[in-house]
């Protein structure tokens, strides 16, 4: 699609709705299908399975599995032995919790340090008040599964917040603070996880915005009985609901630099139901990409690399169920012996014949298969390579670990891990910063707390992922003071917010 084909749709008018449809529709068609893969991979539900025999459910990712091992026997409703080991939601959540498994130190990089203060406070309380840290692992989280992130700052409940002109000037100093830190709560952080996320870039460049497109399907608290069969079937049973499914519908809010216009519907019933001017002047979104990926508003998903693998694992653990299945129990062969199926196997059990060929002849058992063990270990070392998520970030000490007394040994043993932790707080911090920026800015804009652009810069203090000496770390911090390090830095890296005097 051509630039000028492009700039005619994203009009100040929003889009129309011809093009509405066709994003939606691409959406659904070509993105849609590989994010729910990534996250079925990771979540791996259980999904009923009621014409199976054997379990009454059956695993997200059997989807993997080859269909020698999914197919079942002519007339019978018995599958294969199924091995599902979830590989890739331990290697997902310890990148998580590596990450952010304490809280984030903000600190405000606006000139006057009486300033500087009031920004750090009220951006807290805007964070906290939408979760903390739990809002920020849940960003992580998601961002990794999904590869990228988005966050939409709602301000809907400020809209008569602006004071009349010289109000704010009258307030004493506390009144006026306490004013400001009681309306951070109004704030409203929504993740808008990739899934639900439409953007239409602009076609020179694609870190830039024209649209943003939150497309999702509200489920009503109303039953969708619309059949003529459904109707008749109420009025029999006398108005009582036996059946039926809860009624739902598409909704679409397309966000511009003017306008902010709400869908409902979906096709040629598609219609508007709401439209008001954005009053910030800006798409208020903020993108997050997990991992950078030059060139693409997409970024890198962890879970994408490990599917293949995690496949080949599922097969493998698969094959080695059923040959246990059937060779880890001792059968026996009986030749001439009368009454052989009536007695059981056992200790202390005889049998008597009197034909000189009869004989008792012991087949099956498990043998040692050391390719098999070899092969399931290597798929497990190409996770650890590929996620860089090895089994020691989750407690587990195999024997070839050696001595980790020292920090420093640890470190050399997580090199990997660590490394992905630095690279994914450089986006996610950035991502953070830009968001505070955001929340400033429309702080300025509906006149909660007026600042300048050059208030709105922050900086973000990330703790140690590894345990640490405290003792070491107040010594360091000690010295830092000594060579002229600000007090308040010192504070910030150590975790803590300085209090003003």
């Given at each position: 699609?051509?630039?000028?084909?492009?700039?005619?749709?994203?009009?100040?008018?929003?889009?129309?709705?011809?093009?509405?449809?066709?994003?939606?529709?691409?959406?659904?068609?070509?993105?849609?299908?590989?994010?729910?893969?990534?996250?079925?991979?990771?979540?791996?539900?259980?999904?009923?399975?009621?014409?199976?025999?054997?379990?009454?459910?059956?695993?997200?990712?059997?989807?993997?599995?080859?269909?020698?091992?999914?197919?079942?026997?002519?007339?019978?409703?018995?599958?294969?032995?199924?091995?599902?080991?979830?590989?890739?939601?331990?290697?997902?959540?310890?990148?998580?919790?590596?990450?952010l498994?304490?809280?984030?130190?903000?600190?405000?990089?606006?000139?006057?340090?009486?300033?500087?203060?009031?920004?750090?406070?009220?951006?807290?309380?805007?964070?906290?008040?939408?979760?903390?840290?739990?809002?920020?692992?849940?960003l992580?989280?998601?961002?990794?599964?999904?590869?990228?992130?988005?966050?939409?700052l709602?301000?809907?409940?400020l809209?008569?917040?602006?004071?009349?002109?010289?109000?704010?000037?009258?307030?004493?100093?506390?009144?006026?603070?306490?004013?400001?830190?009681?309306?951070?709560?109004?704030?409203?952080?929504?993740?808008?996880?990739?899934?639900?996320?439409?953007?239409?870039?602009?076609?020179?460049?694609y870190?830039?915005?024209?649209?943003?497109?939150?497309?999702?399907?509200?489920?009503?608290?109303?039953?969708?009985?619309d059949?003529?069969?459904?109707?008749?079937?109420?009025?029999v049973?006398g108005?009582?609901?036996?059946?039926?499914?809860?009624?739902?519908?598409?909704?679409?809010?397309?966000?511009?630099?003017?306008?902010?216009?709400?869908?409902?519907g979906?096709?040629?019933?598609?219609?508007?139901?709401?439209?008001?001017?954005?009053r910030?002047?800006?798409?208020?979104?903020?993108?997050?990409?997990?991992?950078p990926?030059?060139?693409?508003?997409?970024?890198?998903?962890?879970?994408?690399?490990?599917?293949?693998?995690?496949?080949?694992?599922?097969?493998?653990?698969s094959?080695?169920?059923?040959?246990?299945?059937f060779?880890?129990?001792?059968?026996?062969l009986g030749?001439?012996?009368?009454?052989?199926?009536?007695?059981p196997?056992?200790?202390?059990?005889?049998?008597?014949?009197?034909?000189?060929?009869?004989?008792?002849?012991?087949?099956?058992?498990?043998?040692?298969?050391?390719?098999?063990?070899?092969?399931?270990?290597?798929?497990?070392?190409?996770?650890?390579?590929?996620?860089?998520?090895?089994?020691?970030?989750?407690?587990?000490?195999?024997d070839?670990?050696?001595?980790?007394?020292?920090?420093?040994?640890?470190?050399?043993?997580?090199?990997?891990?660590?490394?992905?932790t630095?690279?994914?707080?450089?986006?996610?911090?950035?991502?953070l910063?830009?968001?505070?920026?955001?929340?400033?800015?429309?702080?300025?804009?509906?006149?909660?707390?007026?600042?300048?652009?050059?208030?709105?810069?922050?900086?973000?203090?990330?703790?140690?992922?590894?345990?640490?000496?405290?003792?070491?770390?107040?010594?360091?911090?000690?010295?830092?003071?000594?060579?002229?390090?600000?007090?308040?830095?010192?504070?910030?890296?150590l975790?803590?917010?300085?209090?003003?005097?």
């Amino acid at each position: 699609m051509s630039e000028s084909t492009l700039r005619h749709h994203v009009a100040n008018d929003g889009l129309d709705l011809a093009f509405l449809d066709f994003l939606i529709h691409e959406h659904h068609r070509q993105t849609l299908p590989r994010l729910d893969m990534f996250w079925d991979y990771y979540r791996n539900d259980l999904l009923d399975s009621a014409d199976d025999e054997t379990r009454r459910y059956r695993a997200a990712q059997e989807r993997g599995l080859p269909w020698r091992l999914t197919q079942r026997a002519a007339g019978s409703r018995r599958r294969n032995e199924i091995v599902i080991e979830n590989d890739i939601a331990w290697r997902i959540h310890a990148l998580t919790d590596f990450m952010l498994s304490k809280p984030v130190t903000l600190q405000s990089l606006a000139p006057q340090r009486e300033r500087a203060e009031l920004i750090e406070t009220f951006l807290r309380q805007v964070l906290d008040a939408n979760g903390g840290l739990g809002f920020l692992q849940d960003l992580a989280l998601l961002g990794a599964v999904h590869g990228h992130v988005d966050v939409l700052l709602r301000t809907d409940d400020l809209h008569s917040l602006r004071s009349p002109l010289g109000l704010t000037q009258m307030m004493d100093e506390a009144r006026q603070r306490d004013r400001i830190i009681e309306q951070a709560g109004r704030f409203v952080l929504e993740i808008i996880e990739a899934p639900r996320a439409i953007p239409v870039l602009d076609p020179t460049d694609y870190r830039r915005l024209e649209a943003y497109i939150v497309h999702h399907r509200r489920v009503l608290n109303q039953l969708d009985r619309d059949s003529i069969l459904d109707r008749l079937r109420d009025r029999v049973l006398g108005g009582i609901a036996a059946d039926g499914r809860r009624r739902s519908i598409e909704c679409a809010q397309v966000w511009s630099d003017a306008l902010v216009t709400e869908y409902e519907g979906s096709g040629d019933d598609r219609r508007r139901v709401k439209q008001e001017i954005n009053r910030l002047g800006r798409i208020p979104v903020v993108h997050i990409q997990n991992l950078p990926q030059p060139f693409f508003y997409d970024g890198l998903s962890e879970v994408e690399p490990l599917i293949p693998l995690q496949d080949e694992l599922n097969t493998r653990l698969s094959d080695r169920a059923n040959r246990v299945t059937f060779q880890s129990f001792k059968m026996y062969l009986g030749k001439g012996i009368e009454g052989f199926l009536d007695r059981p196997v056992g200790p202390g059990q005889m049998w008597a014949t009197d034909n000189p060929d009869a004989s008792i002849q012991q087949f099956g058992g498990d043998g040692a298969c050391p390719s098999e063990d070899l092969h399931i270990a290597e798929i497990r070392e190409a996770m650890d390579k590929a996620s860089t998520v090895t089994p020691l970030a989750a407690g587990v000490i195999r024997d070839r670990v050696g001595n980790l007394t020292s920090e420093n040994a640890l470190r050399v043993t997580l090199l990997g891990m660590l490394s992905r932790t630095e690279k994914k707080r450089v986006t996610y911090g950035q991502g953070l910063e830009r968001l505070c920026e955001l929340i400033l800015h429309a702080a300025d804009v509906l006149g909660v707390m007026p600042n300048e652009p050059n208030e709105r810069r922050v900086r973000l203090d990330w703790p140690s992922p590894l345990p640490e000496n405290t003792s070491q770390r107040l010594d360091d911090a000690k010295k830092k003071l000594e060579l002229g390090v600000p007090r308040g830095q010192v504070l910030a890296e150590l975790g803590y917010a300085e209090c003003p005097a």
